[in-house]
């Protein structure tokens, strides 16, 4: 039970997962959010961009400490062991059965609208769900098939993402002008500018999912925090350059009008059509690489708990010779739910300018926030010896991440879905629990 896995990836796989995942989906369909929250000011949105930079920059670089004293399976459920077990077990009851499924099956819906745009498709919600469901369900075949195949398919598809981000942000500095678009900022309404956070937050997120291969990364202990250190600030600076310049080209009222159809826009009015149908290609097989590395983590993340003997019949998902098999079924199962949830809080528009995701993702730096608190601890008891890893960046950390919760309850519903998180976590925190009583007790 205790075997590691085989080390099958290197520091660029890391770094490509990491990329991969941030960039891909939302800076494509968010950025008309973003400008709508901050009442069409580019120059605001440029503000909370850096602001909620903070909690990937610093939160990666926190979390480096944990990747550089553990390289057990697992990833984050491993960092979250460093608090305690029981701790452990709920934070990964939340990952396997909230948190990544319902990212994945909400980037696996972006593929479908992407998908309708290029090929002509009628933009209705079933052919979006559709498309996204079959895609998904390719993502999962494969990455339990074969996971180096998973691993392929993610470096190339960060190498041909990059492409429409960085086009589009040159092709927007050439063309625009920039000055006109700044001096039509809007004062924003009130506090209302802190419901950007939810978009923003859903653009940089993904990086921890990276950490799910930790144990299948050769020289881990060095490979994993380089990674997390050095991926986040290209995703800034790449972003930035993105939203400068498809906000001041096309300008926000614009953008915020044409929606997730404002790339496509850009391109067609400066190059044509055929250079738009390209355009979106790119940009789609960019989403696909998202869903790609969300599936990577997801289906590794049951694994993971059975091997602590988190989940009820944790052997089952050990037995067989595909360590992914059971794990991966169980994942798939899990996402059905969330294509549900996420369907009909569509339909029904119950989250304008918004989705399941953002609150999803919203809960989880209230739980990152507990393993910076831990790594400042364990600087206090000696064991990070770095004054920057240790304090610097976990206090920088926190902050970042309430700065981001504090947004999320400018979200509606996330009362709800915090909830509904805690009480999984709570079902998990109540198994572990029993189930370690049980074990102690010993054969009757």
């Not at 598809?157 to 920039?178: C, D, H, M, N, Y």
């Not at 001096?183 to 924003?188: Q, R």
């Not at 826009?265 to 097989?285: D, E, I, N, Y």
């Not at 969300?294 to 989940?311: K, N, V």
Request: hydrophobic share 55%.
């Amino acid at each position: 039970m205790n075997t590691k896995p085989k080390q099958t990836y290197g520091l660029f796989t890391v770094i490509t997962m990491i990329v991969g995942i941030v960039i891909g989906s939302g800076i494509f369909f968010k950025t008309d959010n973003v400008l709508q929250s901050t009442n069409g000011n580019i120059t605001l949105g440029i503000l909370v961009f850096c602001l909620a930079a903070l909690s990937i920059i610093f939160g990666s670089l926190t979390i480096s400490s944990f990747a550089g004293l553990s390289d057990e399976a697992g990833g984050i459920i491993t960092y979250a062991e460093f608090i305690s077990k029981r701790f452990a077990c709920a934070f990964g009851w939340f990952q396997s059965f909230v948190y990544l499924p319902a990212l994945c099956v909400v980037v696996s819906w972006v593929v479908g609208i992407y998908a309708c745009q290029m090929f002509g498709l009628p933009p209705t919600t079933s052919n979006h769900f559709l498309i996204g469901i079959a895609w998904a369900a390719l993502c999962f075949l494969y990455n339990i098939l074969s996971p180096r195949l998973g691993g392929l398919f993610q470096n190339a598809a960060t190498i041909i993402k990059l492409v429409p981000l960085i086009a589009i942000g040159v092709v927007g500095f050439a063309f625009s002008q920039p000055a006109a678009a700044f001096s039509v900022a809007a004062e924003p309404e009130g506090f209302h500018w802190l419901s950007a956070v939810g978009p923003i937050a859903f653009a940089f997120d993904g990086w921890i999912v990276s950490t799910s291969i930790a144990s299948e990364v050769k020289n881990s202990k060095k490979n994993v925090p380089r990674a997390l250190i050095m991926a986040p600030v290209f995703i800034l600076a790449a972003y930035l350059f993105y939203f400068i310049g498809v906000s001041t080209y096309l300008g926000p009222d614009r953008v915020i009008a044409l929606g997730d159809e404002s790339v496509a826009s850009m391109v067609s009015s400066l190059f044509g059509g055929f250079a738009a149908k390209a355009t979106l290609v790119f940009v789609t097989v960019s989403v696909m690489g998202t869903v790609n590395g969300l599936t990577m983590g997801l289906i590794r993340m049951p694994y993971a708990l059975a091997r602590r003997d988190m989940l009820p019949k944790s052997g089952w998902f050990l037995k067989h010779k595909n360590e992914l098999l059971c794990s991966g079924l169980l994942a798939a199962g899990v996402s059905v739910v969330w294509w549900a949830v996420h369907f009909f809080m569509t339909k029904y528009e119950l989250l304008p300018h918004s989705d399941i995701s953002e609150l999803v993702i919203i809960m989880t730096y209230a739980l990152y926030a507990v393993l910076y608190i831990r790594v400042i601890m364990l600087h206090f008891k000696g064991k990070i010896k770095s004054r920057a890893h240790g304090l610097v960046f976990p206090v920088l950390a926190i902050a970042g991440s309430g700065f981001i919760i504090a947004g999320g309850f400018q979200t509606r519903y996330f009362p709800v879905f915090a909830l509904i998180s805690l009480i999984v976590m709570a079902a998990g925190y109540w198994n572990y629990k029993a189930r370690s009583k049980r074990a102690a007790a010993g054969p009757h």
